[in-house]
């Protein structure tokens, strides 16, 4: 069965280190997105991606950036992490060409915490 | 630019009561509507979606929701909740034509034996 993964899990990290969460889909859906959860703000967009060298950012995009190498990852990198950037990260996929009517498949989520 | 507002950010409920999630939304453009749901350490699943036609919407698990246009809502409801139910709904809105989704800030669905 098709699905989407994330990786790890769960990460502890400090203050002013480089951070990488992936994020793998074997939908070969074209669209993907990523995604932080914070209590009281439901979800909000990072990054997202069109497809393969395509990249876009979203409304909190500041701290984070993404690459899109080929269709089934689109990893997420912190520069320097912040403990504003402690969250629960999602990562999503969704079909493309007439796409805005698709529902989007999500991973499990990574908890990242920064000390 | 477009906007979710999910109007209670806790529901609490006996098991087997009728239960109503509210959401109203704003945009200046036709809308495409969802509701997901988030159960414990998991990602978010489709619960059902509004596209066009019939204004009353089914899921699964028994839910269905119902789009008021002029009134710009898009409330979830359940005749008779599980224990099962018990977990976090986002209502979802994308305009016809876009790619990005806005989500509300969430309801938390909690079901009492």
């Known amino acids: 069965d098709a699905e989407i993964t994330q990786s790890p899990r769960h990460k502890i990290t400090e203050t002013g280190r480089q951070v990488t969460l992936a994020c793998h889909q074997t939908?070969?859906?074209?669209?993907m997105f990523w995604y932080r959860q914070d209590l009281g703000h439901g979800l909000r967009l990072i990054h997202y991606?069109?497809?393969?060298?395509?990249?876009n950012k979203g409304e909190v995009s500041d701290g984070y950036s993404v690459s899109r190498s080929n269709t089934e990852d689109l990893p997420l990198t912190l520069e320097s992490a912040a403990s504003s950037q402690t969250s629960v990260y999602f990562c999503a996929s969704s079909e493309s060409g007439e796409s805005s009517y698709n529902e989007q498949f999500f991973g499990p989520g990574t908890r990242l915490t920064v000390l | 630019a477009q906007s979710v507002t999910q109007l209670d950010s806790q529901v609490p409920v006996f098991e087997e009561a009728p239960v109503e999630l509210r959401c109203n939304y704003s945009?200046?453009?036709?809308?495409?509507l969802f509701w997901y749901v988030q159960y414990p350490n998991q990602g978010l699943q489709l619960l059902l979606k509004y596209l066009s036609g019939s204004t009353l919407v089914k899921g699964i698990n028994g839910f269905e929701a119902e789009f008021n246009k002029s009134q710009t809502s898009f409330h979830l409801r359940k005749p008779s909740v599980h224990i099962s139910d018990t977990a976090e709904y986002f209502c979802?809105?994308?305009?016809?034509?876009?790619?990005?989704?806005?989500f509300g800030a969430g309801t938390r669905l909690f079901v009492k034996a």
């Open positions: 945009s200046s453009v036709s809308v495409y």
């Open positions: 979802a809105v994308i305009n016809t034509g876009g790619f990005k989704t806005i």
């Open positions: 939908w070969n859906h074209n669209n």
């Open positions: 991606s069109y497809g393969v060298q395509d990249t």
